[in-house]
């Protein structure tokens, strides 16, 4: 049942993705707003620590809730209700047009050599947070990716593993409304929300993160992947992010992030002292090839955890 829901909703989503427009969508962030004006804006310094974590346990567990109860219900009483309601959730929460565009954009501008082309389309896909003005085409090239592989972790392959997990789409909802909610709150600028929020989803992201990077391994150049999982992460303030982006860049084989600064002569000797080895930076300089060899990661990323989950399904229907 869950590849089949998996593969119906990929499909729909093709003919007809679900965009920021769609009212679900809408319904979700005004939910979410509306929690955190409750919890938040009625005091003038936002809201508590406990207020905070109490406005995630709302905001997040009773969508949660009240899809986990209707699937059981279904699953007890019409298993067919409980399918066409995986396919339902799936499909709205999971899929690549949930991002691709923004990055289709960029890349056809850099094919077209077009760089404020690419710049304006870079600067509507991450809104105010980047000044895109000044950048040049490896920097523009580089966010893409990093925005895309990021993207393809969250909108696709974080969601597919707590689709898979024993809560089926609630899950899903689970998930996706953290992700929303540590985004959207930290740009209202309430301390303690944002915290709380982003340590939520932490928790929620921790093992998904590490099967993401995993997979990317496995797909893709896996030397490079381990190495840069290994040794790059920290070019990445969030921990999250950066295990998902180093093993992403190791697994294209190009260099995203911050350079790496170069050790001064004391630090240099203290290392050689101590035996230990330098650390590098590897890959080459992004490249409208990149893109187009990310597009194919993430494909392949999802096609293998595809035919993996076919071939559980198919074991437990002969078993």
Request: hydrophobic share 55%; charged share 15%.
């Amino acid at each position: 049942m869950s590849f089949l829901s998996i593969l119906l909703a990929l499909i729909a989503e093709q003919y007809r993705p679900v965009t920021a427009s769609h009212w679900v969508r809408r319904m979700s962030s005004g939910w979410l707003d509306w929690v955190a004006k409750e919890f938040g804006a009625k005091r003038e310094q936002g809201a508590s620590p406990v207020g905070a974590r109490m406005a995630c346990l709302i905001a997040f567990i009773l969508p949660t809730l009240i899809i986990f109860v209707l699937h059981v219900a279904f699953m007890l009483t019409y298993p067919i209700l409980a399918f066409v309601l995986n396919v339902i959730i799936v499909y709205l929460f999971f899929g690549f047009r949930q991002f691709s565009h923004s990055f289709t954009a960029v890349h056809i501008a850099i094919q077209n050599h077009d760089l404020p082309a690419a710049r304006e389309a870079l600067a509507q896909w991450y809104g105010p947070e980047l000044d895109t003005s000044q950048l040049s085409e490896v920097e523009v090239i580089s966010f893409a990716l990093e925005k895309a592989i990021i993207g393809a972790h969250r909108h696709v392959l974080g969601v597919l593993f707590w689709f898979l997990v024993p809560i089926g789409p609630a899950g899903v909802v689970l998930y996706r409304f953290a992700d929303t909610a540590s985004q959207r709150w930290t740009q209202m600028g309430d301390f303690h929300l944002s915290q709380a929020a982003r340590h939520f989803f932490y928790v929620l992201d921790w093992v998904p993160a590490r099967m993401t990077a995993m997979t990317f391994a496995i797909v893709g150049n896996f030397e490079g992947a381990v190495y840069s999982w290994r040794y790059l992460t920290q070019k990445w303030s969030d921990s999250l992010n950066g295990v998902i982006l180093a093993a992403g860049s190791g697994a294209l084989g190009v260099r995203l992030g911050e350079p790496l600064s170069e050790p001064d002569s004391d630090e240099a000797l203290r290392m050689a002292e101590a035996g230990e080895s330098a650390v590098y930076e590897i890959g080459l300089e992004p490249s409208e090839r990149s893109m187009r060899s990310a597009i194919g990661l993430v494909w392949r990323t999802v096609i293998f955890c595809m035919i993996l989950l076919a071939m559980l399904t198919i074991a437990l229907w002969l078993g």
